[in-house]
Nanobody, 122 residues
């Protein structure tokens, strides 16, 4: 059974940093690509970043230069380092797996975690 579990969310002031982690089990971690999505209240879920088995990455324009996605194949963990956070980054963040390429949209992912809340205050 595939399981994705996010951690590392919390409350931070604008300008601060957080590192999200996603522990993956029951899945061949390095086989396909994985990503982070977020959904703010009243908004659609959007892809924040994705990474494939070769290390290719893609970021949403709104987070380029501030967020970094990475993976540890040995530990089956996915990470999202978030720097220079702003209140606009406030959302529930989801880890997702099993996409075929880093440009895949939400429907291109087969597995999802339950999410971790990130709240950024001004």
């Amino acid at each position: 059974q595939v399981r994705l579990m996010e951690s590392g969310g919390g409350s931070v002031q604008a300008g601060g940093s957080l590192r999200l982690s996603c522990a993956v089990s029951g899945y061949t971690f390095s086989r396909y690509c994985m990503g982070w999505f977020r959904q703010a209240p009243g908004k659609e879920r959007e892809r924040v970043a994705a990474i494939d088995k070769s290390g290719n990455t893609r970021y949403a324009d709104s987070v380029k230069g501030r967020f970094t996605i990475s993976q540890d194949n040995a530990k089956n963990n996915l990470y999202l380092q978030m720097n220079s956070l702003t209140p606009e980054d406030t959302a529930m963040y989801y880890c997702a797996a099993d996409c075929t390429w880093v440009g895949s949209g939400e429907r291109g992912y087969g597995y999802w975690g339950q999410g971790t809340q990130v709240t950024v205050s001004s």
